[in-house]
């Protein structure tokens, strides 16, 4: 298998800036001004509609890191039961802060987050675990000096009696992570990381899961594994909210995509009408999509 430099330890840009050339005037012109002077790019009426039964959802989440700085401005999103959302957008939108924010790793300073109709807003990340929710950071997202059994056992620390049915269910989904369970995790291949980091966010049996750009640095192919995993993951009952540099392919396997920009929903429709609307695609995914 032919590896990416990644693999070979080298640096990657994480975003391919081709792909993710954004037109400020054209955002502006699409953009609505609200009463409050607030901008929105997308009415939300489709939200309030389709979010009404959603397992979760948040609404007009404003978040952010330094005071006085908001880098989320009104965020909102749903995920239905069994659902693969998508979400996509330039560097620096806000999608790992959209993440962070609805798993209580980041202050919300306005708006809501609802989990099966109950407001679980700020509820701290071990509290959400047991709650079922799942989380994969994009970094750091395994424990190197430990084993996969190890890292595994991790995942689910508030309740360690299930990890024999746990296991069965994560070897299940990644056979190669049952088979080397003795190895140190820090000697894996960025890709197999990717697995036990999973793995490990299955281990508590969640409803729904947030994967931060799981292909992120990884070689293509790798990538393409990565994602059929994903759809493995969502065909095994678990929703998934994964947000993605790779958007094309993310927006060929998800439900439903947004796009973010500006820590603000710029577009929402399912993957496959986001993909062909020709906005998005000369916004979002650049030269890239003209050249298919
Ligand atoms: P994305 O994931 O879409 O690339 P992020 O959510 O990581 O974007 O970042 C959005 C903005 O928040 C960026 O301007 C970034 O500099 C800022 N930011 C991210 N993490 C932190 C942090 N820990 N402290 C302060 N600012 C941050
Ligand atoms: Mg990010």
Redesign the pocket.
Known sequence: MSRGPADRGEAVPQTDPELFHVDQDAVAADATTRADGATATLDRSAHLAGAQTALLRCDELVAG??PGVN?LNGCDLFVNEGELVGII?P????????LKAMFGLVTVRGGKVTLRGEDITGLKAHALVRKGVGFVPQTENVFPSLTIEENLQMGVYQDPRRFRERFEFVAGLFPALADRRRQRAGSLSGGERQMVAMGRALMMEPSVIFLDEPSAGLSPALQDEVFIRVRHINRAGVSVVM?EQNARRCLQICDRGYV?DQGRNAYTASGADLANDPKVVELYLGTLAKAR
């Open positions: 890191y330094v880098i957008g560097n620096g939108a806000g999608k790992s802060t959209l947000v973010l």
